[in-house]
């Protein structure tokens, strides 16, 4: 029998794309949004060996599950923390008496903003209760687990329609709207599903353990990646759309974002030696796709 990768998380946007790649050799857990052949759990209430009975069936699982939100976890910190650290925390600790390797994906989000282009050395000085709990599970993975990677994502988009994503939600945007306000001042470094889940399974093939950061390898605002997408677009109706810069400290989010979240994502190049897709390039791609 082959062995699968257990996709903890199935339902989630990135488990999605996972599971769509890897096929029959992945299985996936779903907690409220079923997904065909999958299975439940609900990672609050339940330990993971309560349903997973063959772990011997797995060779690594990638932990996708959680509020991905940081205005939802700052909102109950008490609820983001218990699913979040205390739920994941024991989900590693299971994982690592069966000695599988696993997959912790983090976020851009452990650094503090306050000068971009982080690489892996920088020590996380998170500012949003999101970070902190991002950085809290990191450190636990990294002292009791000898075969782990940790990947800090910047934010990651897709191609397809309506997925609600970065440049398919603007697509929407410039169709129905006259005017689009944009944040000008939070740099970061947006990354396209499809690049997240090969350099993710590359990683694993290589078992190249460790901390890695995964983005585009240089930082932008929204406001200079609507402005992209315009001109791809090339689509008079767009034009026609008025666009207003702003901040991002503009909109009513319970925390202030960190304001450049920039990453160095040159370790992960070379360690994986695919190519992670410039945005301009996907970006392109989105527009001939969904013209
Ligand atoms: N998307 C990004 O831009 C981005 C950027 C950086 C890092 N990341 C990280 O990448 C991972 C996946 O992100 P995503 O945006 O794809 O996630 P997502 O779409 O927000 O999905 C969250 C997942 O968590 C599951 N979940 C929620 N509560 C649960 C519970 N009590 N027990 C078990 N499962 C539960 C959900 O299951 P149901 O839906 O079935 O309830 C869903 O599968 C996360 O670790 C996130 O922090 C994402």
Redesign the pocket.
């Known amino acids: 029998m082959t062995k699968k990768i257990l996709i903890?998380?199935?339902?989630?946007?990135?488990?999605?794309h996972f599971l769509n790649r890897l096929g029959n050799q992945a299985t996936g857990?779903?907690?409220?949004?079923?997904?065909p052949g999958g299975i439940k759990?609900?990672?609050?209430?339940?330990n993971l060996s309560q349903v997973i009975k063959n772990p011997q069936e797995f060779t690594a699982a990638v932990?996708?599950?959680?509020?991905?939100?940081p205005d939802s976890c700052a909102k109950d910190k008490k609820r983001s923390e218990l699913?979040n650290v205390k739920?994941i925390k024991e989900i590693v600790r299971t994982l690592n008496q069966w000695q599988l390797p696993l997959i912790?994906?983090?976020?851009?989000?452990v650094y503090d903003g306050k000068k971009g282009n982080y690489t892996e050395k920088e020590v996380p000085r998170p500012i949003l209760t999101?970070g902190k709990q991002?950085v809290a599970v990191e450190k636990f993975i990294q002292k009791i687990c000898p075969q782990h990677i940790i990947v800090?994502?910047?934010?990651?988009?897709g191609s397809e329609r309506d997925d609600g994503?970065l440049f398919t939600d603007w697509i929407n945007q410039l169709k129905t709207e006259k005017s689009i306000r944009v944040a000008a001042d939070q740099i970061f470094s947006p990354?396209y599903?499809e690049d997240?889940v090969r350099a993710i399974l590359k990683l694993l093939e290589k078992k190249a353990w460790g901390l890695y950061n995964l983005g585009n390898e240089s930082g932008f605002s929204r406001l200079q990646l609507l402005k992209m997408l315009i001109s791809k677009m090339n689509d008079k109706q767009a034009d026609g759309v008025k666009i207003t810069a702003c901040s991002i400290d503009d909109f009513p989010l319970l925390e202030k974002r960190p304001k450049n979240v920039s990453l160095n994502t040159n370790k992960i190049r070379r360690i994986t030696g695919i190519n992670i897709r410039p945005v301009g390039q996907v970006c392109e791609l989105i527009v001939n796709k969904l013209r």
């Not at 759990?41 to 339940?46: E, L, M, S």
């Open positions: 903890l998380g199935g339902s989630s946007f990135i488990g999605g857990t779903y907690n409220s949004r079923k997904i759990f609900d990672a609050v209430r339940q932990i996708l599950l959680g509020d991905t939100h699913l739920s912790f994906t983090s976020t851009e989000f999101y991002k800090r994502f910047g934010k990651v988009y994503t990354v599903v997240v």
